[in-house]
């Protein structure tokens, strides 16, 4: 093939991928090439009769991999954003054949032994902090593949390795195919309760899919919320509810459950050849929490008060579905619904009210304009960018002086081929080692289309996280690819995006930015501090339904031997254990549960949120203490966390920042969870 566009230099602007000439048919040759160009770098390397030295191994090996690099950046933001049977069809080839090549490198025995040999006189290379912490983390990262297991072991972790990538690739399909098959199909009289902004939702998503004048409810969360909220209909919202929570677990060819006990095994044995316990001391031995105890101790330090405030709020919510005639014990899809008419007779707030101050175009202005006070960038829109969809919005992001950072990709609403969250990606990761590279950085949410498009409080919150998690990677400014951005420890990266939620909420923001779409009139002062009064309402159900996911991820990932494990029948012993209250279920049920099998990512990890809310809680207290959100010498600090990516030690860029470590308190009062 000769019009490959992999095997060109790309001449778009900003170097961004020329989208309209890619084609699912280029990548499995450019994922051969880069494959075989990658192993002749390693070989070169590896092969060399030079001693090892710094710049002949560690940064050579920065070097390599450009190519594979290139194409899988493009290939894995494609198959999660704008996805395709012919992609499905390479991603679930091309797995396996990846995670064999990746093994292939970290278990080369000639490479580790130059690794190794510069490890062990690490002390005499007259390195800088930084590079000092690439080399150790190199070092370790082979270790943690297994470069000093002996051979049989090696080819066991490359045989695991491989199979769990197609798993997880499995696994994800199973749940983007389970939500593109179910909808609920709604005529005008199944909508009582319903607001203007969720009717308008319901039929542009019927229009999308082929189903004009009718309404239809999919089963991404930006259209379920709404309707459990707000549908007066109980059959409707338990079928909905329903379907949300099960999905991925539908008996038939598309059912996860078989997929996580094998992943589970293998994790285990993987763990087990590397000499741990367990797959989740293996994957803790290398974070900011280092063990099980830390991460349990935090976990449960918040759950007891969580599930004591969760049982007031369910008194309150089944004492108001007592007054409007229910005469039943309220169940899990009765929850949302109940909740938003005690927070409306509580805090007289309604959130049809609220929503029409949420315009998507003002909140983005929002976070952008955060960033400028913040950290001094500025985002100009691009029109006539390459783009691989047209609702993708496409910035340039330049510096207070006018210099180019970067370039930001947006792309905020729902689709069919999209899968469902919210994330940040990238194109192309900041570097500055062979020349400067600046940074492509994409974020994707899952916002329902509208006239204009309306989001919820926590719809914009989720906007901030990501856009958090995007200036992680625009603002890094580090020397080496491999230390760029958020590839810092699991349990940090949150942090970043989290602390950036705390500006979306702060009055300042909201009097300058939630402005009524059809009046423009600001949102009046009481609404917003009835807003503002609410905001630890029904935080006993979020905290509960968030802390109890982590600790099923740690229960399943502690297992010592999880072969031929019943996962339904070990989801109900663990949710009893710990006394999971009946009305609600753990955020992400196993089945769709993609943080930890729809890659590793965030086994053994989904308690990194809590994790990082405990510094985001406390590092936001730092600018309300300096009675200014945007003091400077704050603002500086914490830019400085945002430049670092992974070139220092997570907890001294904190401390950096802070001046002290971090203390809980701020979390559990931000959560209501004790008197503030
Ligand atoms: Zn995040």
């Not at 940064?59 to 290139?70: C, F, G, P, Q, V």
């Not at 309306?454 to 080496?480: I, N």
């Not at 600001?522 to 905290?543: C, M, S, V």
């Not at 196993?590 to 990082?612: E, K, M, S, T, V």
Request: charged share 25%; hydrophobic share 40%.
């Amino acid at each position: 093939m000769t019009d490959n566009p992999f095997f060109e230099a790309w001449t778009t602007p900003f170097g961004l991928p020329p989208f309209d000439r890619i084609r699912p048919e280029h990548f499995p040759p450019a994922f051969e090439r880069a494959m075989a160009e990658n192993v002749a770098e390693i070989e070169a390397i590896a092969g060399q009769s030079e001693p090892p030295t710094f710049a002949n191994t560690v940064e050579a090996l920065e070097r390599s991999s450009r190519l594979l690099n290139r194409v899988s950046s493009v290939f894995y933001n494609l198959t999660s954003s704008n996805t395709s049977d012919a992609l499905e069809a390479i991603a679930r080839d091309v797995a396996p054949k990846l995670a064999q090549h990746h093994m292939r490198v970290w278990l080369d025995p000639t490479l580790f032994a130059r690794v190794e040999e510069l490890h062990g006189k690490r002390d005499t290379l007259g390195l800088d902090t930084d590079q000092m912490r690439l080399l150790e983390r190199l070092h370790l990262g082979f270790i943690r593949s297994g470069a000093a297991l002996g051979a049989d072991a090696k080819a066991r972790m490359t045989a695991l390795s491989e199979r769990l990538a197609t798993l997880h690739t499995l696994f994800n399909q199973n749940v983007l195919h389970a939500e593109k098959d179910w909808q609920l199909v709604l005529e005008e009289g199944d909508l009582a309760g319903l607001p203007a902004f969720a009717r308008a939702a319901a039929a542009q998503a019927a229009k999308e899919r082929g189903a004009e004048g009718k309404y239809v409810v999919t089963l991404a969360r930006s259209s379920v919320e709404p309707f459990l909220t707000f549908s007066t209909r109980r059959d409707l919202r338990q079928r909905l509810y329903t379907a949300w929570t099960e999905r991925g677990g539908q008996p038939g060819e598309h059912d996860n459950t078989p997929l996580i006990g094998e992943i589970l095994a293998l994790r285990a044995e993987q763990a087990t050849l590397l000499g741990y316990a367990t797959y989740a001391d293996y994957r803790l031995d290398d974070t900011m929490a280092k063990d099980t105890l830390a991460v349990e101790r935090l976990l449960l330090q918040v759950w007891e008060p969580a599930k004591r405030k969760a049982a007031e709020e369910r008194e309150e919510l089944q004492a108001q579905a007592r007054a409007e005639g229910l005469n039943d014990s309220i169940a899990p899809w009765d929850w949302r619904y109940y909740a938003e008419k005690v927070r409306q007779a509580k805090y007289d707030l309604d959130e049809a009210e609220v929503k029409p101050y949420f315009v998507l175009a003002n909140m983005v202005r929002a976070a952008f304009d955060t960033a400028g006070r913040l950290f001094g960038l500025r985002f100009e829109e691009r029109p006539g960018c390459p783009v691989y969809h047209p609702d993708v919005r496409v910035y340039e992001v330049l510096d207070s002086a006018g210099d180019h950072v970067g370039v930001f990709l947006h792309d905020n609403f729902a689709r069919a081929n999209k899968r469902s969250g919210a994330w940040m990606s990238s194109f192309r990761d900041q570097e500055n080692f062979d020349g400067a590279v600046s940074p492509i950085i994409l974020n994707n949410n899952n916002f329902a289309r509208g006239e204009p498009t309306l989001l919820s409080f926590d719809e914009a919150e989720t906007l901030f996280h990501e856009f958090g998690h995007g200036l992680h990677g625009l603002l890094s400014k580090v020397r080496y690819p491999s230390q760029s951005g958020t590839s810092v420890r699991r349990d940090f990266v949150e942090f970043p995006s989290q602390v950036y939620e705390h500006w979306m909420s702060a009055p300042e923001t909201l009097r300058t930015y939630a402005v009524h779409h059809q009046t423009g009139e600001p949102i009046p002062e009481p609404l917003l501090n009835r807003l503002l009064a609410a905001r630890t309402f029904n935080q006993g159900f979020a905290t509960v339904e968030y802390t109890a996911a982590a600790l099923l991820d740690m229960a399943f990932h502690t297992l010592p031997d999880p072969a031929g494990l019943d996962v339904p029948a070990f989801e109900r012993e663990v949710t009893g254990r710990i006394g999971l209250p009946a009305e609600i279920a753990v955020r992400h049920r196993p089945p769709h549960f993609q943080h930890l099998f729809a890659g590793g990512g965030y086994a053994a990890g989904y308690y990194a949120y809590l994790w990082a809310e405990v510094l985001d809680a406390d590092g936001f207290e730092a600018f309300q203490e300096a009675g200014d959100l945007f003091d400077p010498t704050l603002a500086a600090g914490l830019k400085a966390i945002y430049s670092a990516g992974d070139t220092r030690d997570p907890m001294e860029l904190y401390t950096a920042f802070r001046g002290s470590e971090p203390k809980i308190e701020p979390l559990l009062k931000v959560r209501g969870l004790v008197e503030a």
